[in-house]
Each structure stands twice: as structure tokens, then as C-alpha cells.
């Protein structure tokens, strides 16, 4: 399934892509107006060979959770079973995830990858359904374990590469699930109590930047912790030595199995060509693994927000993505996901709904002529318009020196 995945994968679609610029160039605005906005619905139309592209929506959120062996290292003062009491929450709904789920009109799905307790028993969905259309629906529980959390990645390797391969081909199967009932954007989301740190090494190990840059202080851990986190994620990269051209070995050795999973959500997306919106550090580590498996896999995510994490940022460098928002969160859960949501709607909405030039009768702004005589002024083209006719800068043409109203090229129209 990994491999038939990855050769499913496949660059951008160019022609969508120009004239998705073009007709962003037609609309009633200023070209460039819209900022990030208008590179994003061109990358959404190259991913959909489309233009317009369709609309992210409905969403899924895919919120995986798994737990892990280096917690007994003392990265977190959070005891490793509130990763299923908070599986609990989700399913119940009480969780800050569900009511920006509800907010956004997103599904739900928790996937159990890794958790080390026993899940809390919840009532099965009434209707067995998937619960994405709509966001209305009570959320759902996958169980896919993998084994009950990983190894201790600072004395051994954190899941032998047949363990991370699971993890990854239950990611594929998510996504293609949730896509087979509707989706049209997959959102990333995670729970694990000390995920961070395999996290910070993941990032580490794809990127090549100092532990330090890499490792955050997750929850908010004091300094004492947060310089034990930072050195347990170095000597666990000078242990295995993960080679970066080696994406499932990597997250073999020091990753998580929501990690592992989460690359394989991402790479199934990219593969039906569906985009994915990232949320936090946990989700660019993810996404890094997927990028080294399928370099055009790149296409299909979108940055919700920069974390507060440092990793993340250094991951989204690594990766040429730049984040929608920052508001300093680092919840995760899927939560900075949900709330870039309406930004990528909105970057598609404006290709399907906004008026150009020609349908709406508004005049365009005035050109510079295709040639320009050797006495003109050499004002770049893009302000000759601009100081067209009487809208003269004070004191003539900043350029030439050229008095007001006289003969300069830069204030004909």
C-alpha cells in the first residue's frame, strides 16, 4: 500500500496553476491585492488540475493518538494516562478541538494508533456513519492500535520498521476513508502526552538544525525539563543516527506512531490529490516524513498557523510553506488547523464567486504601451499608470526630474 501510494503521487498541474494566475489577474481588485491568498488558490488549483479549484469542504479532522516510551525519560510533568482520558473528551465532545469543529461545520474521527491505556467505553455512533458530512455527527473511534505506545527512543529504537510501516498504512487508509465519504480537505490533528519530543527529533533528523532549535517546551514545561527534553533528543539522535533518505527508518527509530501515521493521512491525501491543512509541530514533523517519502507530496499541504513550538517554524522552512495565521497556539489537537479553515475556503471562494473585470463592467486600471519611445521617463512600468493624467507626484516625475505637466513619458496615460 506505501509504495502503490507514493507512485500515485504527482507534481502540480501547471496549466491549472496559470490559469488559475490569470484569472486572478481578471477579478474585480488589484492584482496581488489578496497577498497569500492568491498564490494558495493557484497551488489548490494545480493540486485539483482545476480552475477554479473545488471548494476544501466539507472538512474531516483526523485527530490521531498514540503514546510514548520516552515519557519515563521526564520530558512532561502530564502523566501518560491522560492520553486517554482525553480521547474520552474528544469523543464526548468536550474538547477545545470539538467546539472549533462545530464552529468550522468539520467531522471528527480519533484514530487509537498507539494509546498505552484503555480506552473509555463510549456508545457506538447510532448511525454508523462516518460522520463527515455536515460536522453534525457524534464523533468517531477508529481502533487501530499498533502496539500499546512505543519504546523508549533515548535507550532503543522507538518501533521496528514493520510497527512504523503499520502506522503509515493506517494513515493511507484514513484518509482514503474519510475522502471515499466526502471530504474535500483533510485536517491533521494528535494526542499523545510527550509527542513533542520524538517530534523535535523527527525534525531534527529531516532538517539538519541543532536539537535546540528543534525542541520546544511543549505544555509549558519549566526550564529544568525543557534542558533534559533538549538533551534527550540529542543523545537519541546520536544514538540511531536516522538517515534523513530514509524516511520509515527515521521514524522507526526515534518517531511516534501518530507521527508515522499522520505521513501516511498526508501521503493518502496527496495521492487523490485532495489538500490537507497542517496543524502544529506534530503535524510538520509528520509532513516532513511524508515530503521524504514523496517530495510532490509538498503539494498538498497548506500551513494553518506557526506553532509556538520552534520546530515547527524550522520545519515549515525546511518544507517552503508559510503558515496562514499566528496566534502563538500550541494545543494541537487539530485546533490551529480549524481555525485557518476558512482562510483556504475563502482563497477558493474568490476564484468561484468574485466578479472580473469584464462581467462586472469596471474598468481596469490604465496600462503602459507595449513600447516605449527613447525620450520616455524609465519609471518602472508598474507606476506609470499610476501618475497617470492629473494624478501628478508634487514637485514633477521623481524619476527624471521632469517638471509637472510637461512632456515625461511617466504621466501620460
Known amino acids: 500500500m506505501l509504495h502503490t501510494t507514493i507512485a500515485a503521487i504527482r507534481p502540480l498541474d501547471e496549466p491549472a ?9 481578471r477579478l474585480t481588485k488589484p492584482a496581488g491585492s489578496l497577498g497569500a491568498l492568491e498564490e494558495l488558490s493557484v ?67 480519533v484514530v487509537d494508533i498507539g494509546v498505552a491505556a484503555p480506552l473509555p467505553v463510549v456508545p457506538a455512533q447510532a448511525d454508523g456513519s462516518s460522520g463527515v458530512s455536515g460536522g453534525t455527527k457524534t464523533p468517531r473511534l477508529v481502533a487501530a492500535n499498533v502496539r500499546r505506545g512505543t519504546r523508549d527512543l533515548a535507550v532503543t529504537a522507538a518501533l521496528t ?73 540529542r543523545a537519541a539522535l546520536a544514538r540511531h543516527a536516522p538517515d534523513p533518505a530514509d524516511p520509515l527508518g527515521v521514524l522507526a527509530a526515534v518517531g511516534g506512531l501518530e507521527h508515522a501515521a499522520l505521513a501516511g493521512l498526508i501521503l493518502g491525501a496527496a495521492a487523490r490529490r485532495v489538500p490537507v491543512l497542517l496543524d502544529g509541530v506534530i503535524a ?52 490551529g488547523a480549524l481555525l485557518a479553515l476558512p482562510v483556504v475556503t475563502g482563497a477558493v471562494r474568490v476564484l468561484h464567486e468574485v466578479a472580473t473585470f469584464d462581467s462586472a463592467g469596471v474598468a481596469e486600471k490604465v496600462s503602459a504601451p507595449s513600447s516605449v519611445p527613447p525620450w520616455a521617463c524609465a519609471w518602472p512600468a508598474g507606476e506609470w499608470s499610476w501618475w497617470a493624467g492629473e494624478r501628478w507626484p508634487p514637485g514633477g516625475c521623481r524619476r527624471c526630474s521632469t517638471p509637472a505637466r510637461t512632456s515625461c513619458w511617466s504621466r501620460r496615460s
Open 17 to 25: 496553476m496559470v490559469a488559475a494566475g490569470e484569472l486572478q489577474g
Open 43 to 109: 497551488r489548490l488549483a494545480g493540486l485539483a488540475c482545476a480552475c477554479p479549484p473545488p471548494l476544501p469542504e466539507p472538512a474531516a479532522v483526523a485527530i490521531f493518538a498514540g503514546d510514548h516510551g520516552v515519557h519515563a525519560q521526564g520530558v512532561t510533568p502530564w502523566p501518560q494516562e491522560v492520553t486517554a482520558q482525553m480521547i474520552g473528551n474528544f469523543l464526548a465532545g468536550g474538547a477545545v478541538v470539538n467546539a472549533f469543529a462545530r464552529q468550522a461545520g468539520a467531522s471528527v474521527t
Open 161 to 233: 520498521r514493520d510497527e512504523a510501516r503499520a502506522a503509515v498504512e493506517t494513515g493511507i487508509r484514513v484518509a482514503r476513508e474519510l475522502i471515499d465519504a466526502g471530504a474535500g480537505i483533510l485536517l491533521t490533528g494528535d494526542m499523545g502526552i510527550g509527542n513533542t519530543t520524538p517530534a523535535a527529533a523527527l525534525i531534527a533528523a529531516f532538517t539538519g538544525v541543532d536539537p535546540a532549535e528543534a525542541t520546544g517546551r511543549g505544555t509549558g514545561v519549566d526550564d529544568c525539563t525543557y534542558a533534559r527534553k533538549i538533551d534527550v533528543v
Open 284 to 335: 510538520v514533523s509528520a509532513a516532513l516524513a511524508a515530503a521524504a517519502f514523496a517530495p510532490d507530496a509538498v503539494g498538498a499541504m497548506v500551513a494553518g498557523h506557526r506553532s509556538a513550538e520552534p520546530g515547527a517554524t524550522a520545519g515549515l522552512r525546511h518544507l517552503g510553506l508559510d503558515p496562514l495565521i499566528d496566534l502563538g497556539l500550541r494545543l494541537g489537537e487539530g485546533t
